[in-house]
DNA sequence: ACGGGCCCGGCAAGAAGTTGCCATATGTTG
DNA sequence: CAACATATGGCAACTTCTTGCCGGGCCCGT
């Protein structure tokens, strides 16, 4: 005679149901609720149809925290970059959550907005929540990040830390296609715009692009340091046209593009006076008027190699601290550059 | 005279300290070690100090999901983007991101391709683990939101669902600023150059563009809808040609630049023979040749808007799910909009 | 017919914390 | 000095799930 006891708003605290709900309702125990999802095959496959069918019926969900706990396999992995508004990280970062999320993990992402304080805080609290790290453009220094490797298994990319594992694009080869390209358009005398010092890539691009000029004999030069970015570009240009050459190479895209801006500003033009040609490929290089042409960082792949391999870790594989995981680049030929002296309108 | 037995890398299985190690190594009892650490003031503050000294010695840190079962406070808040490498979310990142930060939580970023499964999938997997989500552009039903808002407090981004807090940019405002702007530079007739059906925002720009115009006398027509991507732009940049008006409103910069570029690509002057705005004020809009002028979204203060009050709803705040919190709009005047019959060249 | 294996379900002990309640010591008040 | 309040620490139960081990039932080979 009275109405419904349990109707669907009462101001009991409904929790969320539990495998012991489930145990109870489906008249068997807990552990063999516990196993009919975790361990499939190890229970009798009628019971475990009747129980998942019961599960349902009560909305029940596994609690990740609770599965954790035991097995400490929280299926996360840190993702930290310096920035996540830079367009040098998207590809990295969908590669990674696509091969994180294929093997049924989920990515922590944390942007450290170029701060290794902010990068140690979060790695802080992040670190005791996932299985793995993967470290894109850290600001921290070799040795917090060997650290910081020792608890827990951490791919560093573009940047070479013994002892670390890494994923680095094949700087030697990218250096090469520039110069080949330039030199294939006439260009004779380069100018490398330099990015941060502190940078293990522009040291690297910079070497590599020497040596690939040596044997050639193009001879390079070498402006900066500057900031890797649009106003680091104009900073740049601004420089470049104090003593200009015909071709210049910029440590990154941001910076191609900014110098680009400042050139075109003053009346000069691109690619007819200047050739320029940036590294990466981000997003943007191609939004640019004329287009950037730019050595390729097959930054997706970059992403989805160190899951793999960490995920390879995970699951017992050796790290790979030795040599570095090397990834190839491509030439990404646009209007920006072109054949020396050429000269449509004078 | 044995030599050191605890070496630094000997094979026993080093675990982590609990707080049973803390607890046997300061001589207290493991609820006096928890409490040391969460509930300040609950112990003698002399003995708290010995803890916290031992604790560190030990390398002792406390494990979050240990924390997080008995409490239900997993400190994580959800960010669902429906695609991470759109400039429009950028800065949506980083103001949600900033806010938990501030406030002791961090946030789990998901990617969803623009792809409702995908969405709901990692909605499934990553619900579970948070105490709220922000939904940024959303491509589930409402229906499904608002199902989803039942299960743990959230707040959708620039979309109204009856029933669930959300935070939209002042659309109105934004229309009547834009119109201004061209009418001022002698424009009378635009076209607005529709993004998704499904958009939402999309609905609103286009209706209070019509608004926004109708007592002013002039006439805005629209073409569409369009993808809002690059693509889109180009296709729309087609349709325009064929029935052209001086001054164009596109529905997001995205579209905008890629109508740009179809533009100056056959020939076109902008802003002497179109002048073109956009919405949202992304990255990029600054970068293009000219630079778009824009609608500019607050998009770091809709991130972080929405956090709190996410955070102010777990806290015991009422939902706020009358009336959407609004934030501001501004005009960024770029090189991308001009008086109307300029014509500098001819 | 009986010992040896499977199969399958249950029991109970963790995993690393939190917290309600109690006990003791100390301080305060009348 | 008794009675009571407060400060501080400990005990043990609790959060949800996993898993090693045990044992009953059943089938098989001999």
Redesign the pocket.
Known sequence: MSGEVCGNDDPVER?????????EAA?????????????P????????ERIRRVAHDLG????????S????RTSMLALVVADATNPFHFDIIRGAQDAATKAGYTVLLTDTRESDLLERQALERTLPMVEGIVLASSRMSDSTIRVTAKQRPMVVLNRVVTGVPSVVTDISSGARRAIDHLRGLGHDRFTYVAGPEASWTDGMRWRELREAARGAGPKVRRIGPFPPTLEGGVEAGRALRREPTSAVIAYNDLLAIGLMGELLGHGHRVPEDFSVIGFDDIFGAQLVTPGLTTVAAPLYQIGSTAVGHLLAVLNGARPQTETPLVVPTSLIRRRSTGPHGADPVA
């Open positions: 929790r969320p149901p539990t495998i012991y709900d489930v145990a008249g068997v125990s807990p552990s063999t609720v516990s196993r009919a999802f975790s361990r095959g190890r229970v009798n496959a009628e019971t475990a029940y969900r596994v609690n990740p925290l609770a599965r706990l035991p097995v400490e």
